[in-house]
């Protein structure tokens, strides 16, 4: 889960929606809708429609039922083939279509996606105005410069990750609040240009350390948060999936400002 949503998951209408998604036997729903081509998050529309018709006026509780649902099939190996599939319409108009099976994707294939980023990002970059680079959604997220600056800085914290990993035993591997950071180094502030020239740098050198490492040395595991245990190749699986996390709140993002 992005830490965007740290703050909102601990409130009590957080904590209901969670328990919502708790149960195993969603996962099989969502899995069902996948294979049917359909956006997963139609599986709990209903529910949620029916038992929380104050989410309707609640952008932040509607991307954080969206992000439970993206966990939910990225822990069992579903990717995005779709970002803006249509749903029911009932809550969301809009949500994520994931593949219809399961996918582990080898080392060399989460390479190639971790340093073939920085150059999707150009093209949203170059795609949207500069006079809305600044400009965030309703509910909880980033604008695009925040994006970009936040992408930049965890790409120091993985290159950390795996560096402890390496020279280390079972390492701590500490999480960190995005969000938090957002304000504390005035992300808004800051050039986008500048970000994104220093993301392409900090993106080849998580690459060349990554790429660096031997089979054996992908198993090595540190401690994330002091309870679970994550390999080297978790890591970079991790990284990965945290791109694509931005790359569908970008989607969101684009297609708020293009209203």
Known sequence: MHSRFDQFR???????LEAVFANPSRYLEFAALARAGV???VAVSHELADKFPEIERDTTARQFCGAMVADIMRSHGHEVVQARGRADGRLFTYGAVFGALPLRRSFTVLLEALS???AKLATVVRSTPASLW????SGTGFALVEHVCHLRDLDGVYTARVRAVLSGDLPTLPSVDGSAWALERAYLKQSLPRALTALRRSRGRLCERLNATTSSQRKRCGLRDGARRMSIEDLAREAVEHDETHCLELDELMAELRR
């Not at 409130?11 to 209901?16: A, V």
């Not at 600044?134 to 959604?137: L, N, S, Y």
């Open 10 to 16: 601990k409130t009590p209408l957080g904590i209901q």
């Open 39 to 41: 956006a997963s998050i």
């Open 116 to 118: 073939g980023f920085p």
């Open 134 to 137: 600044t400009t965030r959604p």
